[in-house]
């Protein structure tokens, strides 16, 4: 279903974020040692945990398979016994080099090459390669390109739908994953552009850290650091 925002989102969830870094503080996302290795991330880490992702990880790293250079080498076969651990090794082995390939063809095999190019640009690029869907692009872009694009999840649109940020539009049956990027932008729309990238990170991480404590299936909002927004979620 199509959303568009309420009138006071953007501000709410401005303090919500605030009272997100009070309650955890710096969350040092994201975990991994190379812009290459949050991409691999990025693909493992659909569908299923980010600890089956990093046994995939880790055999990449033994295989010395955690670089462009490294995942060239693997036939489709090998990278595919490799990250078996994460599941869907038959669709994310060829997705991983599919995204290779594109990046030797286009982009002389760079990550700074891509990094470089405009950030609309580098988000329909990376749209159009199987395996990517907006999150997985959206995460790319942040925390591998370090472009300032937020990432939208399950977590927030849970938070978004619990605190009623976004009204449903009758009759449109769209994905409000678009409506989440554009709540998200609004709330650090006054911040100074040089630390977007910087708040949409931790945003990220932060909405993660509540979602696993209190905002899964079921909310636990005894203890929520956010159970106090609850209130404006009904005016
Ligand atoms: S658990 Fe409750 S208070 Fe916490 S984010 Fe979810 S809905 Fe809000």
């Known amino acids: ?35 290459f290795e949050v991409i691999l991330g990025t693909y493992l880490t659909q569908n299923t945990s ?42 994310k082995a060829p997705a991983l080099k599919a995204f290779i390939a594109m990046l030797d063809a286009e982009f ?3 990550l700074d090459q891509l990094a470089k190019s405009p950030t609309a640009a580098v988000r329909s690029r990376l749209l159009a390669l199987p395996g990517v869907g907006p999150e997985t692009a959206d995460a790319i872009l942040l925390y591998a390109l370090n472009h ?9 649109r849970r938070i978004a739908e619990r605190h009623r940020l976004l009204i449903p539009i009758p009759g449109h049956k769209v994905k409000g994953y678009e409506a989440l990027v554009q709540l998200t932008r609004q709330t650090f729309a006054a911040d100074p552009v040089r630390k977007r990238a910087r708040l949409f990170n931790e945003f990220h991480a932060l909405t993660v850290a509540v979602g696993k404590a209190h905002c899964g299936r079921t909310a636990q909002c005894a203890g929520c650091p956010l159970a106090g927004d609850l209130a404006n979620a009904s005016s």
């Open 148 to 156: 300032p694009f937020p990432v939208a999840d399950e977590y927030l």
């Open 1 to 35: 279903m199509k959303k568009r925002l309420r009138a006071n989102s953007a501000q709410r969830l401005r303090l919500m974020h605030d009272q997100l870094v009070q309650a955890y503080g710096p969350q040092h996302w994201w975990p991994a040692e190379s812009p």
């Open 50 to 91: 980010w600890k089956a992702v990093e046994v995939s990880l880790a055999n990449l790293r033994n295989a010395g398979a955690l670089s462009p250079e490294g995942l060239r080498r693997l036939s489709i076969d090998q990278l595919q016994e490799l990250i078996r651990p994460s599941g869907f090794c038959t669709r």
């Open 108 to 110: 002389g095999g760079s």
